[in-house]
């Protein structure tokens, strides 16, 4: 069993729609959450974290936690075609030292 | 503006070659992360660092690759020597550990290829 799952997609919302990427993870350990976006090509890059139970809004992006259930999930208000990428989820533990990464969600937001 | 930056950006190499991969972490940070991305594995963790000690290597093949950081400005991954399944993008990320965010920041990465 993979220690961070995530379904690959690809998820296709429509421009305007709510889009939402969910993440559970194995070990119970686990302290850190992190959302990383990674347009083709390109390097990941930080789009949201959370630590503790419940929900993270900043901007568009909602975070939210539920460490029972080992559940971590992204909500996109507003898609927008530039959107469109593989978003990462990603667990650490104390430190952020060793950090896993799932094999991402592929997100296509149509115009 | 600050950014990890790594060399070579493109790598095209002969099966049993040696490779080396460099690392220029962000100046200031104290963690260093070494990653294999391809499409049937994803992002894999190969070491890590902190304060240029290794503290996990577990991730990599230790029979053919080797990471050190020589100083607190270059990090080096060195594959020796070198497979076609070692075909891959390897990023180098860093970061500030104990600061809050454990943000990490991910350098291009270099594409190899093993022929």
């Known amino acids: 069993q993979k220690e961070v799952e995530q379904n690959s997609g690809p998820l296709s919302v429509p421009e305007g729609a709510i889009a939402s990427l969910n993440c559970t993870y194995s070990?119970?350990?686990?302290?850190?959450f992190f959302w990383y976006r990674q347009y083709s090509g390109k390097s990941p890059e930080l789009i949201m974290f959370?630590?503790?139970?419940g929900d993270k809004e900043d901007g568009r992006f909602t975070a939210q936690l539920n460490k029972a259930s080992q559940y971590v999930s992204l909500l996109i208000r507003d898609s927008q075609p530039s959107d469109s990428a593989t978003y990462l989820c990603?667990?650490?533990?104390?430190?952020?030292?060793?950090?896993?990464f799932g094999a991402g969600t592929r997100l296509f937001v149509k115009a | 503006d600050a950014r990890v930056t790594q060399t070579p950006r493109h790598k095209v190499t002969e099966m049993g070659q040696e490779v080396t991969m460099r690392c220029q972490p962000i100046?200031?940070?104290?963690?260093v992360f070494w990653y294999r991305q391809t499409m049937m594995q994803g992002l894999e963790l190969l070491a890590y660092?902190?304060?240029?000690?290794?503290?996990?290597d577990s991730g990599m093949p230790k029979d053919r690759f080797s990471a050190e950081m020589p100083d607190a400005t270059l990090a080096t991954l060195k594959i020796q020597p070198s497979e076609p399944r070692d075909s891959a993008v390897y990023f180098c990320a860093s970061g500030i550990s104990g600061q809050g965010t454990d943000e990490q920041f991910f350098g291009p990465g270099t594409r190899l290829t093993v022929l």
């Open positions: 959370i630590y503790s139970n």
């Open positions: 070990d119970r350990g686990s302290q850190s």
């Open positions: 660092f902190r304060n240029r000690a290794p503290l996990d």
């Open positions: 990603a667990v650490a533990f104390t430190g952020g030292f060793k950090t896993i």
């Open positions: 100046l200031g940070h104290n963690t």
